[in-house]
């Protein structure tokens, strides 16, 4: 499923193609198989406004999907930035030996999850990950060494902040497999088929009118090039900016 949405430009080279090969199928083809009479236009024309309005509902409906899926991993990422800021804070609560490597690693993990948010090269990706999974491990072994030094409030409070950064990334990645379903795309593009078909097999006049229906397809698919490109975390253009972990970074740094 991501392989199939990370690149958007390509899916509209794509549906460009296989929708204006649908009018001219509509157009060239099944006009010469199944004959229009004019007395059936009208009626026609009304199968044909109920098949591109259902379209457009589908379309609608897939990108307020997309949309809310992507203000889900924007505010996922102010979440994770809020817990590593805090547990930055809280650690000067613990002793100076641990404080310090507490803060050493929370600073590199603050760095790999900003790699992580900005990088799209799968090798690339597949190393932070690894290294991230390594310093969780110290990052809560660290929490687990002030736990059995401190068993009291403050130690609790230093265990749960720790807790809240390892299930901040955990969550980010969740919102990031979280996809359209695969029927719903299937559901859209054969319905834009349709549509498409039947507007080459309604098309009247000469070859310059003619040339006037590829601008359904050009809409269509660029408006599913648009859904899979907010759909997309990674590939595309528009992407979930680290602001908040940039920021963050900025701060630890200082």
Not at 46 to 60: C, E, F, R, Y
Not at 64 to 91: F, P, W
Not at 177 to 187: K, Q, S, V
Request: hydrophobic share 50%; net charge neutral; charged share 20%.
């Amino acid at each position: 499923m991501v392989a199939f949405i990370d690149h958007p430009a390509v899916l509209f080279i794509v549906f460009f193609c296989v929708f204006v090969a649908a009018v001219a199928f509509g157009a060239h083809i099944l006009r010469r198989v199944v004959v229009l009479p004019e007395v059936d236009r009208e009626d026609f024309k009304i199968v044909q406004a109920a098949t591109l309005t259902l379209l457009a509902l589908l379309v609608g409906f897939s990108l307020s999907m997309a949309v809310g899926r992507y203000d889900q991993r924007k505010n996922l990422e102010e979440e994770e930035a809020n817990a590593i800021g805090t547990e930055y804070a809280r650690a000067d609560l613990t002793d100076g030996v641990v404080s310090a490597k507490m803060k050493e690693r929370l600073l590199r993990y603050t760095k790999l999850r900003l790699a992580d948010f900005r990088t799209r090269d799968p090798q690339e990706l597949q190393r932070i990950g690894r290294e991230t999974a390594n310093l969780q491990s110290e990052l809560w072994q660290l929490a687990e060494q002030v736990a059995q030094a401190k068993p009291t409030p403050i130690g609790a409070l230093v265990v749960a902040g720790m807790n809240d950064v390892l299930n901040s990334q955990d969550y980010s990645e969740a919102a990031r497999i979280n996809h359209i379903p695969l029927g719903a795309w299937f559901l859209m593009i054969l319905i834009a088929m349709f549509g498409c078909i039947m507007q080459g097999y309604g098309t009247q006049g000469t070859l310059r009118k003619g040339l006037l229906v590829t601008i359904l397809p050009f809409t269509v698919a660029l408006s599913l090039a648009l859904v899979a490109d907010i759909d997309s975390p990674r590939g595309g253009i528009i992407r979930v900016q680290p602001q908040n972990l940039t920021r963050l970074l900025q701060t630890l740094e200082k």
